[in-house]
């Protein structure tokens, strides 16, 4: 007869199982780890080992462990505590539905995944955690020859794509603009800014140097970028630059991330099927919201984000925003102004009587951050869109004080295509 101590490091086997892919945890009570033999140890941003798949078969020891399968932001957790038997033990959990986005017309992209893992590394990481739209970056040789064409393992609601959008540079890659709007693609900045933005002084401070959304004062008013990424972490950034005329689609997403794909979410509403082409449209007309978890929607007398409506002074519109999905304590109803209204979690309406060019964005928030954002529905009134004088001049500043930063190492086509953007917005206060 094996003695205790065999026993207790005796090898089990478990197999998981829930009826289509997850993202699956496996750990002890000391944090130790267990993955499928040839699979790749990861861990998330909370500190969590995973691994995806359906049907998958591994080695544990002999004791108390704790296994939860998930599947991205629209599903909840479901999770069991379990001493593996003799022989194989059977592990069936499935993760409930919170919110169907797809159901309403809403696809979910992570625009920023740098294939630096084996394909099928990736496929399963999409699959897994149900993202419907994955652009990789480009620059490998495996990647590249993919460049324009759907990954293999696309499918009706899954698109994987090398190169569906392209990341401008920052302030060290060369002058504004040098990153032209591409073919289909979609042009914006891969990362968010870094601690408080509430001056210009802290935009500027706080951005990354390699890949920023500190030049998008210049890309958006001279049109050569179709989002910004900060639009959650960096949300009051975002609406001075819409509140001063630039129409540049709400967007998530950073290059410097712990845990799985699709931890932060450009939602965009597509029209038709989903294809590379059809979702890089509905961004680019900024149809869209930005989202850490939240599903989060915005109606304007039955138009959502990315419309506009041309109004006369006197004019009354009706906004509705709805929300669902966790860690949710207020949605917020905001004009250029500011606060049209603010509730709890569900449906939030509210009339605005239309007075000067303005806009309505929806805000979901929870423990003091901003959790997902949509793009604006413009409020246009006699063909003239918002330019608020605060938010211009905010930006002015702001350009000057990138002027300021790199006027030393700048050629003289730098330095006028930022003269250019400052004319713009010169004009708007006209």
């Not at 094996?2 to 000391?30: H, I, K, M, Q």
């Not at 691994?51 to 629209?74: K, N, S």
């Not at 979910?108 to 990789?136: F, I, K, T």
């Not at 930063?405 to 006209?430: H, P």
Request: aromatic letters at 8%; glycine letters at 10%.
């Amino acid at each position: 007869m094996r003695d205790n101590l065999e026993l207790l490091t005796e090898t089990r086997t478990l197999r998981l199982r829930a009826g289509f892919p997850c993202r699956w945890s496996v750990w002890s009570a000391d944090g130790q780890g267990y993955f499928p033999r040839d699979t790749s140890p990861a861990r998330d941003h909370d500190g969590l080992p995973y691994f995806h798949g359906d049907d998958l078969v591994l080695d544990v020891p002999r004791e108390r462990l704790r296994i939860r399968a998930a599947r991205g932001m629209e599903y909840d957790h479901a999770e069991t505590t379990l001493v593996p038997g003799d022989g194989e033990t059977l592990v069936e959990l499935e993760p409930q539905r919170i919110y169907d986005a797809a159901a309403r017309g809403w696809y979910g992209g992570d625009l920023h995944v740098r294939l630096n893992r084996p394909s099928q590394w990736v496929a399963a990481s999409q699959l897994g955690e149900d993202l419907h739209v994955v652009n990789l970056l480009p620059g490998d040789e495996a990647a590249d020859q993919w460049q324009g064409r759907d990954l293999p393992w696309s499918d009706e609601t899954h698109v994987a794509r090398v190169g569906l959008a392209h990341q401008a540079l920052g302030l060290d890659g060369g002058p504004p603009g040098a990153a032209q709007r591409e073919k289909r693609l979609l042009v914006g900045y891969a990362n968010a800014f870094r601690g408080p933005v509430e001056t210009p002084e802290q935009l500027v401070g706080a951005g990354d140097p390699g890949f920023d959304a500190r030049l998008s004062v210049v890309d958006a008013a001279l049109g050569l970028v179709d989002s910004f990424s900060s639009a959650i972490g960096s949300a009051r950034a975002y609406r001075r630059l819409i509140g001063a005329g630039n129409r540049v689609a709400a967007v998530a997403g950073t290059a410097h991330r712990l845990g799985p794909i699709g931890r932060e979410r450009t939602y965009a509403r597509v029209t038709g099927p989903l294809t590379a082409e059809s979702y890089a449209t509905a961004v680019r007309r900024g149809r869209t919201f930005a989202t850490t978890g939240p599903f989060l929607e915005l109606s304007v007398d039955g138009q959502g984000p990315g419309a506009t409506l041309d109004l006369t002074p006197g004019d009354r519109v009706r906004a509705t925003a709805w929300v669902i999905g966790p860690r949710v304590e207020t949605v917020r109803l905001l004009t250029a102004d500011g606060e049209l209204a603010a509730g709890p979690p569900g449906e939030l309406r509210a009339d605005l009587t239309v007075v000067w060019p303005t806009y309505v964005v929806a805000v979901a928030e929870g423990g003091g951050q901003v959790l997902a954002h949509t793009s604006p529905v413009y409020l246009d009134v006699q063909h003239r869109r918002v330019a608020r004088e605060e938010d211009v001049t905010f930006c002015l500043r702001w350009l000057e004080l990138l002027e300021q930063l790199v006027k030393d190492r700048a050629g003289a086509g730098y330095l006028a295509v930022m003269d250019e953007a400052r004319r713009v917005y010169q004009a708007r206060l006209a």
